[in-house]
């Protein structure tokens, strides 16, 4: 089968290489791949910036869909044809997030999706939202259950609460579509004109041009009647943390589930003296991925799919990233 191998770190030192066709053992399944999408993360794995350390030669990418080509002996959950995802933590099915399930991550500690094939444990996959395209599906195991776990499992929103949103890419523009299915009120951030008239057709409540005007803290907590936002969705990390801190309510939630930008350290004492709840998101369990499916599903919402680029077109792709170009997400076909 033809795969990509992170061998040396470098967008331009991604090899594509021929591996065996893999066979499902105990338990097992063997899924035919037809989409792959990109996130954050898969970027900074190939350049070396997420794990300088990381074992390899490895196959990167921990988002995928396809369709189930053969089961092993015991396979009771699915069958030839069935239409899956491979959850991103193999190994996270329930309860909370430990040392041992993190350590199940496609694309990092195990090989990723970008391949023809790949083996799975049955429990490793959930069923892909009959609505959606393999290319849509794709977009969803980490950006869209990022969103998901950030706004829904931890922050608990509801109508009429308050969301601001860091910039333009995948994890933010599913947590608009949700932000808005739940009918929160929404304020969005960017650099981009072009960007947020896109937003504004997505549904956005506010928008705000940071490159004009850096002050979004003091308008985010102006649109929200001077008290602050409700839940903020953080993906600058230490570079914008402290807008972050004076724009959220008292008593209020910022998801961190991002360290895009530098900054310095901050301080504590907002923290303390508004009661805020700083929150670590990294993607989500299983069963978080099904309940966020069942919603798709019910409410037929469908991702916001920048291009879609072929196979032999990875390392085009991730530049397009890493120039932040993209509105969404970036998906890879696979034939």
Not at 267 to 292: A, C, H, W, Y
Request: aromatic content about 8%; glycine content about 12%; some cysteine.
């Amino acid at each position: 089968m033809k795969a990509y191998e992170i061998r040396e770190f470098g967008i331009d030192n991604l090899s594509t290489v021929e591996r065996p066709d893999p066979e499902p053992g105990e338990n097992e399944v063997l899924v035919r791949f037809k989409a792959a999408s990109l996130n954050h993360r898969d970027l900074g794995m190939i350049t070396g910036r997420y794990n300088p350390n990381l074992k390899r030669p490895l196959v990167p990418f921990s988002d995928g869909a396809g369709q189930v080509a053969g089961v092993g002996p015991g396979v009771t959950l699915w069958k030839e044809g069935d239409r899956v995802m491979p959850t991103f933590m193999q190994g996270w099915i329930d309860g909370e997030i430990n040392y041992e399930k993190a350590r199940t991550a496609l694309g990092g500690d195990l090989d990723g999706v970008l391949s023809e094939y790949g083996v799975f444990n049955e429990e490793g996959l959930v069923k892909i939202p009959g609505h959606l395209s393999y290319e849509e599906a794709a977009t969803l195991p980490c950006a869209a259950l990022t969103a998901w776990h950030a706004l829904v499992v931890s922050g608990g929103m509801k109508r009429d609460d308050w969301v601001l949103l860091q910039g333009t890419g995948g994890v933010s523009i599913f947590a608009l579509q949700f932000a808005k299915n739940y009918r929160a009120r929404t304020i969005i951030t960017s650099s981009s004109d072009e960007k947020l008239g896109r937003a504004d057709i997505l549904g956005a409540d506010h928008l705000f041009n940071y490159s004009e005007n850096p002050d979004w803290d003091e308008a985010a907590r102006l649109y929200a009647g001077k008290r602050g936002v409700d839940h903020i969705v953080e993906v600058g990390g230490a570079g914008t943390l402290r807008r972050s801190l004076r724009a959220v309510r008292m008593g209020g939630h910022i998801a961190i589930i991002g360290a895009l930008s530098d900054g310095e350290g901050i301080d504590p004492v907002p923290v303390l003296m508004k009661s805020i709840r700083l929150q670590g998101i990294f993607v989500g369990s299983r069963t978080m991925f099904e309940e966020m499916n069942r919603r798709i599903s019910d409410e037929y919402l469908k991702p916001v799919v920048d291009r879609v680029l072929g196979f032999d077109e990875v390392r085009e792709a991730l530049k397009y990233m890493e120039d932040g170009k993209h509105f969404g997400k970036i998906v890879v076909s696979i034939p």
